[in-house]
């Protein structure tokens, strides 16, 4: 069974990078047909997809949060990382990791990050 660990500082200054990385377990980031996702939900608020790395590298992104978000992943480390750029207080949520194939969906506990100075 695949799993994920979500990993990262859990205070972001504004302005700043706010960088994460999943760690995977139980399976390969290159294994067809898996697509990698990064999710948030900020306080009180429902679920927001925020981008996706497949098996094969390729990235989709939030049209919301394209221009600040990147996706990249290291097959070495078996790792996929999320970076957003240029944070604000609304930037705060718990960001949580995906793994998807089919109906097989698997999701990392999450990590609080808050945003402030």
């Known amino acids: 069974q695949v799993q994920l660990q979500e990993s990262g500082p859990g205070l972001v200054k504004p302005s700043q990078t706010l960088s994460l990385t999943c760690t995977v377990s139980?399976?390969?980031?290159?294994?067809?047909?898996?697509?990698w996702s990064w999710i948030r939900q900020p306080p009180g608020k429902e679920l927001e997809w925020m981008g996706v790395?497949?098996?094969?590298?390729?990235?989709s992104y939030s049209p919301s949060l394209e221009s600040r978000t990147s996706i990249s992943r290291d097959t070495s480390k078996n790792q996929f990382s999320l970076q957003l750029r240029s944070v604000t207080p609304e930037d705060t949520a718990v960001y949580y990791c995906?793994?998807?194939?089919?109906?097989?969906?698997?999701w990392g506990q999450g990590t609080q990050v808050t945003v402030s100075s």
């Open positions: 139980g399976g390969s980031i290159t294994t067809s047909y898996y697509a």
């Open positions: 995906k793994a998807a194939w089919g109906f097989q969906v698997y």
């Open positions: 790395i497949f098996y094969d590298g390729s990235t």
